[in-house]
C-alpha cells in the first residue's frame, strides 16, 4: 500500500450522542497538529453502533465542531478520494478484508454461543485469570465452517494470535508501551450478525486512508496492541500513536454531568465563546513555551506541539474556563458582544426581535457595562434584571440592612424631599444633590452612597450609580418590552414603600 508523505489526522467520532469536551479536546489537537504541519484532517463518523448512532447527533456533531472552528479536509460532507467517510456506508470494504485474513489462515470462524463466552469469562474472573477466549474453534477448517453457516449456525469471526510474546509500541505521550501477548487472546474482528468489531473497522480505515498519527485518548490503549496485531497480519505499517490523558473532574473522577457543563453543545447554549473553549481545552494536557494564556487559534496553531503533550491527568475546572471567556469577550467589539447577547435577552423577553435604531445604540452600552465580569452570555438576562426589575418590596437582606439605620434614613428622606418637584433628571443633577445632602447631614463615604443606591436599584451591588443613572435614564425614554423605571420613578416608588413623602 503506497504511503503519503504529508502528516494526515483523522477525528473518529460515534454520532450516539453530543460530543464530549473530551473529544472535542482529541478533536481540537488533531486539527492543530494538521494545520501547523499543512496536514490533512479527516473527519470520519464511525456509526457501526445501529441502534444508538442517530442522524440528528451526526448533524449535532458537525454542527459542534464547525462552531469550535474545527474545519476538516475530507469528511462525510465534503468527500474525499478516500471516502466514504460513514464506516455504515464501508461494510463491504470490512468483509472483503476478513474474508482475506480468513482465507490467509490468519482469521477463523467461532461458533461459540455468547451464553458460553460469558459463562467462560466469569469463571475466569472468578480464578483470577484474564478473561481471554479459549480458542476452541481455532482448529475448525474453513471448509468445515462454511458448511456449518451454510446450514443456518451463526459465526463470529476472530483473529488468531500468538498464544506468547509481546507487542511494543512507542507512544509520543506516554513512551514505551508493552502488553503480554497470553492477556490479549484472539479477538473477535467480525461480529456474528455482520458487523465489524471496533477495532476491525478501524484499522481498515486508518489504512486504507493513510492515517500517520493517531491522536486519541487513553482509553483507547488497550485496543493498540489488537489493533498492531491487526496492522502486522495485512503487512501494513502502522500510524504513529499518542494517548491523551483522560479528563477528569476536580475530585479526579472522569468528568461527568454531575461536575456541570460537559458537553460542547452545553457550553455553546451557555454562551461559551468557542475560541475560548478551543483556548482551555488546549491546555488540558499541553501548555505553550512562552507561558501566555489567552490564545486566538491562529496563535494556538503557531505554538502546538506534540511532543510538549504530558500524561498527566487533565482536570478540568470550570473557573479557569470562565476566566478564559471573560478574556476573549473583553476582545470582542461592541458590535458583536451586542449580537451575541441578544438570542439570550431576546428569549427573556427583555428586547424585541425587532431592534430600532435607538434601542440597538442603548443596548450596545448596556451590554458593554454589564457583561464587565460575566463568565459567559447566558448570565446577561440575570445581570439585565439590575436594569428592567425593580423591586424594592421584596429587597435581600443585605440591601435591608443598609438602609435600616437612622443615617440611611436621614439620607433617603433628603433624597426623597431634594427631587420631590424634579421632572426631570441625570447624573449631574444626582450628584449635586448627594454634595448637598453630605454638606447638610454631615454623612459621608459609604454611609451616604450606599443607601442611595438601594433606593435607586433595590440592590446593595450593581454598575456604580454614574454608569446605573444616565443608562436607566436613556433606556427608560424607549419602548421595551418590558419598561425601564427611570430614577424619579424609583425614588418615588421606594419612597412610597418606606413612608416618606415630602414636606410640601
Known sequence: MEKTEAIRVRFAPSPTG???VGNARTALFNWLLARQKGGVFVLRVEDTDLERSKEEFERNLLEDLRWLGLDWDEGPDTGGKFGPYRQSERLELYHQYAKELLEKGQAYYCFCPEEQLEKERKKALAEGRSPVYSGRCRNISLQEAKHRLEAGEKAAIRLKVPDRGLVRFNDLVRGEVEFDLKLIGDPII???????????SVVIDDALMQITHVIRGEDHISNTPRQLLLYQAFGWQPPVFAHLSMVMGQD???????????????????????QALCNYLSFLGWSPPEGKEVLTPGELVQLFDLSRVNRSAA????????????QHIKLLPPEKKLELSLPYLQEAGLVGKELPAAEKEWLTTAVELLLEGSNKFSELPQKFSLIFDFKPESLEEEAAAIISSDSARKVLKAL?????????????????????????????????????????TARASGLELDKFIPLIEAGAKLNFP??????????REFARLINFEPER
Open 190 to 200: 467480525v461480529r456474528s450478525n455482520g458487523m465489524p468489531a471496533y477495532n476491525f
Open 18 to 20: 453530543f460530543i464530549h
Open 252 to 274: 479526579n473522577t472522569r468528568l461527568s454531568k454531575r461536575h456541570g457543563a460537559t458537553s460542547v453543545d452545553q457550553f455553546r447554549r451557555e454562551g461559551v465563546l468557542p
Open 482 to 491: 418590558r419598561p425601564v423605571k427611570s430614577s424619579l420613578q424609583r425614588i
Open 416 to 456: 426623597v424631599e431634594k427631587t420631590a418637584g424634579l421632572i426631570e433628571f441625570n447624573y449631574d443633577l444626582f450628584a449635586r444633590i448627594t454634595g448637598e445632602i453630605k454638606k447638610e447631614t454631615g454623612i459621608k463615604g459609604k454611609e451616604l452612597y450606599h443607601p442611595l443606591r438601594v433606593m435607586l
Open 315 to 326: 482536570i478540568f475546572d470550570y473557573e479557569k474556563l470562565y476566566w478564559l471567556n471573560r
